[in-house]
């Protein structure tokens, strides 16, 4: 499953800031597209945390 930055936030109810020590402590996959200042960042989360926040996910993509 992939998500946007803000979804994985409320998702997880996280900070920003845990969120990348996240991705640097390979705790979660960051997705980045595009190059400079217009590049988007996606976050692949595990297979674990998918079935973990089922319903949630559910709820925040409809």
Known sequence: MILTVPQTLK????SRTTL???FENSEL????FGENR???IRVK???EL???YEK???ALIV
């Not at 998702?11 to 996280?14: F, V």
């Not at 996959?29 to 980045?32: L, P």
């Open 11 to 14: 998702l997880l109810q996280i």
């Open 20 to 22: 990348y020590r996240m």
């Open 29 to 32: 996959t960051k997705i980045k």
């Open 38 to 40: 217009r590049s988007s």
């Open 45 to 47: 989360l595990s297979e």
């Open 50 to 52: 998918e079935k973990e």
């Open 56 to 58: 949630q996910i559910q």
